[in-house]
């Protein structure tokens, strides 16, 4: 089977729910084609904070019927996950006739699916838009997990998903900071996983996280800790309400004068995106941004 690409050197971004603006806007003059949140934008794929998936040389496939539809995709590989942005009905018979995949929750610290996934959409009743490799292992994206209820809040999953993703987190006896912690979701998990925390917040910690063990509360502002007074910090992870030039300063600062082997921060949106902050964070090196599926207005900044 003849399979023409879509265009040279084209890359497709899929923005998350409510954020294609926020993608477009970082995409800039390299958009060609949207597709519902699918943007096609012109060169090889790049680092991109407001992409949900990011779609490798995606291919165009001329279609006659439901069935050949099926039949084109399988002949390519096994594994794919419907987009849907136009012809819903036709879309889902299509994907009938595809082989199932799990879309099961995640258990939380099993590995994220290794098997190679691959998205597709129909973009007019006799074509798909598919793409045989992607760049997250799960359907568009959206990283699901069991919810465990004894959560003090529904923030834990941010955290979850950011190691599920990264592939690593901290090992048991590592020394977490937390700032920003209140009401206490990073802390509870770091703790579960065997980690000392500090945590850190003018407001108090839900009283069944703040008596774990291992944990220890200092009801303070984030920003006026010493970063020469802490010693060494395997993980400092920050899900703090301010302004991200605010955040940014922070991070510097303990960049300079802490010592600190691992950032998490939540980078957040109080209004306007603030694209400059984004540039300047994306540009620390060794770092990386990107939206989780459970951010809001907000990225998510590592540096390991």
Known sequence: MAIDPAQPHLTGYLAPEDFLPELQAE??????????????AEGPARPIAWAANVWHD????????IGDAATKLRTIQRNWALYSCAHHRRAALIAERLPKVSAKPLAFGAPAPAAPLGSWTLIDPNTIL???????????????FIEDKTAPSRA???LWEAFTV?????????FCLDLGASPGGWTWVLQKLGARVLSVDKAPLDPTVASLPDVEVRHESAFGLDPR?????DWLFSDVICYPKRLLNLVRN?????????????VKFQGATDFDAMREFAAIPGSRLLH?????????????
């Open 156 to 158: 834990y999953l941010k």
């Open 27 to 40: 995409l800039g003059d390299a958009v060609r084609e949207i597709y519902g949140r699918l943007v096609l």
């Open 130 to 144: 598919a793409a045989p490799r992607c760049g997250s292992a799960f359907p568009n994206g959206e990283v699901q």
């Open 292 to 304: 989780l599926h459970h951010n809001k207005h907000e990225l998510t900044w590592v540096r390991l």
């Open 254 to 266: 303990w960049m300079e004068k802490g010592d600190v082997g691992r950032f998490v921060c939540t």
């Open 229 to 233: 007074a802490l010693g060494r910090v």
């Open 58 to 65: 995606p291919v165009r496939l001329e279609i006659a019927s």
């Open 166 to 174: 990264l592939g690593e987190r901290p090992a048991p006896g590592a």
